[in-house]
């Protein structure tokens, strides 16, 4: 059973009657996927540390939980770039059953030290994903791992690290066993392309997303040439991105992986000044 908890906008409600009143419902020992939407003022002062805590101080209650979403909320809510989130470093040993982690903005984002032995997708959503989100990643113990979906957001949102950094997460030492990975979301979409087809996580992997960013001919190029290394994927997906048509025509043509290609844009220019965007910003 799936349920959501959100605030109304006709029923504004302090944060802490909002949590009496999860763990007042009735369902809540039937729920396996529970799902946090808008908390109150979420981009002002309220953060969703209470609700984490929530989750740490009642474990016994949401030991069952399979799935959590928190930040679910779509732009008229909350722009994605002013959820304010918190600390998760408690959260992992109070579910000790979870299997899907998804979170919706990085503003004060922590994830601590992540252990957990059944956990299998883990999923960040943000316009700007923070260096120390990178970091606790990159030391993360996360032997059932098959699926990482990092949105990485631009550096007007949050985004402080280096590709570098980010590219650390491609290794299969890191994440044996991975099998869904998800880089996306990017202005640097095409240096994360090239850097993807050295990795050596690559031959594991079924499923890989490089969408949401600023994909160009450029890093179409680097899909060609290692097309060889592609051969084994399941799915290829480059929704959102600047790739001509022809560009298109000829991945189509050469790889033999199903591929997203959905969402092509076209850059802008004004003074001279090329502009492209990814899908996940302000």
Not at 14 to 21: D, P, T, V
Not at 25 to 34: F, Q, T, Y
Not at 41 to 58: A, Y
Not at 83 to 90: A, E, L, N, P
């Amino acid at each position: 059973m799936e349920k959501k908890f959100y605030m109304d906008w006709d029923n504004e409600i302090l944060q802490e009657e909002f949590i009496n009143n999860i763990l007042a419902d009735e369902d809540l020992a039937k729920i396996r996927s529970l799902v946090i939407g808008r908390w109150g003022e979420c981009w002002d002062e309220e953060s969703c540390q209470l609700i984490i805590d929530m989750f740490v101080e009642h474990a016994e209650r949401f030991a069952h939980l399979e799935s959590l979403f928190v930040g679910d909320m779509e732009s008229e809510e909350c722009e994605i770039s002013w959820i304010k989130q918190g600390d998760y470093s408690r959260l992992y040993a109070a579910l000790p059953n979870l299997k899907k982690l998804t979170i919706k903005g990085a503003q004060g984002l922590e994830l601590g030290e992540i252990a957990h032995d059944k956990l299998e997708h883990l999923e960040i959503i943000s316009g700007g994903t923070p260096c120390g989100v990178f970091a606790s990643l990159q030391n993360a113990h996360l032997p059932a791992l098959k699926t990482l979906i990092v949105y990485i957001g631009i550096e007007n949102y949050g985004f402080d690290a280096s590709i570098d950094i980010v590219m650390k997460l491609a290794s299969k030492s890191l994440f044996p066993s991975l099998m869904h990975l998800g880089l996306m979301n990017s202005e640097e979409q095409n240096e994360i392309t090239r850097r993807v087809l050295e990795s050596d996580i690559l031959p594991q992997l079924e499923v890989l997303a490089l969408s949401c960013g600023t994909l160009t001919n450029e890093g179409a190029e680097y899909l060609l040439k290692h097309a060889d290394r592609l051969s084994h994927l399941k799915l290829l997906d480059l929704h959102h991105h600047y790739m001509t048509e022809d560009m298109q025509k000829k991945l189509q043509k050469t790889l033999t992986c199903t591929l997203e290609l959905s969402e092509a844009l076209t850059s802008e220019v004004y003074d001279d000044e090329v502009y492209m965007h990814a899908m996940f910003t302000e």
